[in-house]
């Protein structure tokens, strides 16, 4: 891992209670939930990034087989606490590598943590553990640039974030064997500025 993908990972672990506190906001992703379903109806779902279990429980409302990862033991504890009768590993996106392949996957707000120099190496891991035509769930962040950003409501830990502009990302999509079924937006506030992607893999 890089130095500035280690310094978000301990800024996760040590802030995980409040981040959990500040980011519980339930069905954050609105509507962006209801299409995964109609692409998805039902199946094995991986979510890449669980980070404290809110998405999770969206997911497995919907009727899913779900499997929450994390780099973050801290947050994967949170997640487990919040989702007592579901799965969860503690497993860096870089290293899944499951047996059986699953038929869609979830992966909001984490590629955001990755410098741009590994996402190829990140979709592909996501993209070898789902089978042919799976459906995904993609969401970054909008704007130029990756820098490591103080967040002071959660006493000024430091984590990597990295932005994208659609077009830079789509690319990025196509060359790694992803369709985009759906581009969406959604600006919640000047620092966050939500790009989504429904998308399907080869």
Same mark, same amino acid.
């Given at each position: 891992?890089?130095?500035?993908? %280690? ?38 779902? %991986? ?11 969206? %997911? ?50 984490? %590629? ?91």
């Amino acid at each position: 891992m890089t130095t500035e993908e %280690l310094t978000t990972l301990a800024s996760y672990n040590t802030s995980a209670k409040e981040w959990t506190k500040d980011h519980w906001t339930p069905k954050f992703w609105g509507d962006n939930f209801d299409y995964f379903h109609e692409l998805l109806p039902t199946g094995r779902v %991986l979510e890449v990034g669980c980070g404290s279990g809110r998405d999770a429980q969206e %997911l497995i409302k919907l009727g899913y087989d779900y499997l929450g990862t994390d780099i973050a033991g801290e947050l994967v504890k949170e997640a487990r606490k919040n989702n007592p009768e579901a799965k969860f590993e503690q497993i860096s996106l870089y290293d899944l590598d499951f047996e059986r392949p699953f038929d869609g996957f979830w992966c909001a707000a984490v %590629l955001i943590h990755l410098p741009k120099k590994r996402i190829d190496e990140a979709l592909q891991a996501i993209k070898s553990n789902m089978r042919a035509q799976a459906i995904g769930f993609i969401a970054i962040k909008e704007g130029e640039g990756e820098r490591l950003e103080a967040r002071p409501e959660l006493s000024d830990v430091e984590f990597l974030f990295t932005y994208y502009k659609d077009d830079e990302f789509r690319e990025i999509l196509a060359r790694n064997g992803i369709a985009t079924i759906k581009k969406g937006y959604m600006p919640m506030s000047e620092r966050s500025k939500w790009l989504t992607y429904h998308v399907q893999s080869e």
